[in-house]
């Protein structure tokens, strides 16, 4: 944990067991933490951040799929992960979002939190980008659901820490969508291969995650991140 800038392990010194529990402090993205973590071989579940019933998550699918007819009755039932947004407030105006993108083409992605979190057809049904209009989006004129940009590199790799004026149960429900389209001739987001979506839910604030075993499938943890890494979770 050295190596991540802004990280710094309290009791270092604490004997290491199976079940040693470390705590951290930390100014780094949980995504610096959990990569410095495997990379040294281990693999790593981030279980909590932030305080109780205040940060979220929104995991990122790509909805294209070539082969399928567009009806609003028909889903894409094999979506692969492409990205996590991690979201956590660092006060009462402010939310800090770690971005990470995988497996999508090199260029420049715009991050923005739609109207709605209607995913039936894909990024095509979540409405035009969150307003959330008041003092705030009065402050920064443009509506707030514009996140800001992640670069991605010739390894379909990207990743960015923003920090923008909104507060999670605000947008808890929508839509988060990353692409490179240009919205501003006003027409639609279409599913193509480099478009990735999601559904913001809220998740576990620190130490709230206890649980070793998932109720739905009776796997333990470590067994479900193994099934979830095969559909290209980060």
């Given amino acids: 944990m050295f190596g991540v800038p802004g990280c710094y392990l309290l009791n270092p010194r604490a004997k290491e067991t199976k079940r040693t529990k470390r705590k951290l402090t930390r100014i780094a993205p949980p995504s610096a933490i959990v990569e410095a973590i495997q990379a040294t071989g281990r693999d790593a579940i981030l279980r909590g951040s932030g305080a109780s019933d205040s940060a979220a998550v929104s995991i990122l699918e790509t909805y294209h799929d070539p082969g399928r007819q567009t009806t609003s009755t028909q889903g894409?039932?094999?979506?692969?992960?492409?990205?996590?947004?991690?979201?956590?407030?660092?006060?009462?105006?402010?939310?800090?979002?770690?971005?990470?993108?995988?497996g999508v083409a090199p260029g420049t992605y715009r991050a923005t939190i739609r109207e709605y979190g209607n995913l039936k057809d894909g990024a095509s049904s979540t409405g035009p980008v969150w307003s959330g209009q008041d003092s705030e989006a009065k402050k920064l004129d443009r509506p707030r659901g514009i996140l800001g940009t992640v670069q991605i590199g010739a390894d379909g790799h990207g990743s960015v820490f923003l920090s923008h004026p909104f507060q999670v149960w605000e947008v808890t429900g929508r839509a988060m969508i990353v692409s490179r389209q240009d919205e501003s001739d006003g027409v639609p987001l279409k599913d193509d291969e480099n478009t990735v979506v999601g559904v913001i839910a809220r998740s576990a604030g620190m130490w709230d995650n206890d649980k070793t075993v998932c109720s739905c499938t009776g796997k333990t943890l470590w067994e479900e991140r193994k099934d979830e890494v095969t559909k290209g979770m980060l």
């Fill in 76 to 102: 894409v039932g094999d979506r692969m992960v492409r990205g996590l947004a991690r979201m956590v407030p660092v006060n009462n105006t402010t939310t800090l979002v770690d971005l990470t993108i995988r």
